[in-house]
């Protein structure tokens, strides 16, 4: 299955998975904090900043960021039409730091690192019955497959401008969905193999 981790070594490769998910946890809190459009302006700065410190490491996850940039852009104009301005502005800046911070997060934790952390963290909840490994899997699952999706998405567009020199936009949704249909069910066979029925 695709992912968006990068083997390029970069500063952020150095911290724990632990440490990376506290962080993006206090930052995602306090972007919903701050409420002034410069308080927020500045916040996306220092987020697009860490993202540009990443260099080569953020390349496979360029495209989610031009959607999710371009998804910003459109929920501002929506606000700004329904003449509420400073609301969209907020909301668009919040989206966008956001996702830099959440592609930062992506391209230098490992998905195994993440499943253990979790596992961690869920581990008090065992006395309810839960069981932190299957939990922490689907949570981790999640992930993978969003990631694998844009990975998807990349290598059929870029497949499909190789045959027809152009971008192969809403196309690309039928054959896409074939594709991750199959993946999962792959991956479902695989998980009910080893894992059975408990």
């Known amino acids: 299955m695709g992912s968006l981790y990068s083997e390029h070594p970069t500063w952020l490769h150095g911290w724990s998975a632990g440490r990376k998910l506290l962080l993006l946890s206090f930052l995602g809190m306090a972007l919903f904090a701050l409420r002034a459009p410069w308080q927020l302006a500045l916040a996306c700065m220092g987020c697009a900043l860490v993202h540009a410190t990443l260099g080569p490491a ?15 852009t459109l929920v501002a104009i929506f606000h700004v039409w329904m003449g509420t301005w400073e609301s969209g ?18 391209v230098t934790t490992r998905t195994s690192d993440i499943i253990d952390v ?18 922490s899997l689907q949570l981790a699952l999640m992930q993978r497959f969003t990631e694998h999706f ?23 949704i039928a054959p896409l969905t074939v594709q991750m249909l199959r993946t999962m069910r792959r991956t479902g066979d695989a998980l009910y193999a080893r894992l059975g029925e408990d």
């Not at 031009?66 to 910003?72: D, E, G, I």
């Not at 502005?89 to 992506?106: E, K, P, Y």
């Not at 844009?150 to 499909?160: C, G, P």
Request: glycine share 8%.
């Open 118 to 135: 979790l596992e961690w963290l869920l581990r008090p909840l065992t006395v309810l019955g839960v069981k932190p490994g299957r939990l």
């Open 58 to 72: 953020t390349q496979a996850a360029r495209r989610l960021l031009v959607s999710v940039l371009a998804a910003a």
């Open 89 to 106: 502005l907020a909301s668009a800046l919040r989206l966008a730091s956001a996702c830099f911070i959440g592609i930062a997060f992506t």
């Open 150 to 172: 844009f990975v998807q998405w990349q290598k059929l567009d870029e497949a499909y401008r190789v045959r027809t020199g152009r971008t192969g936009g809403l196309r690309l």
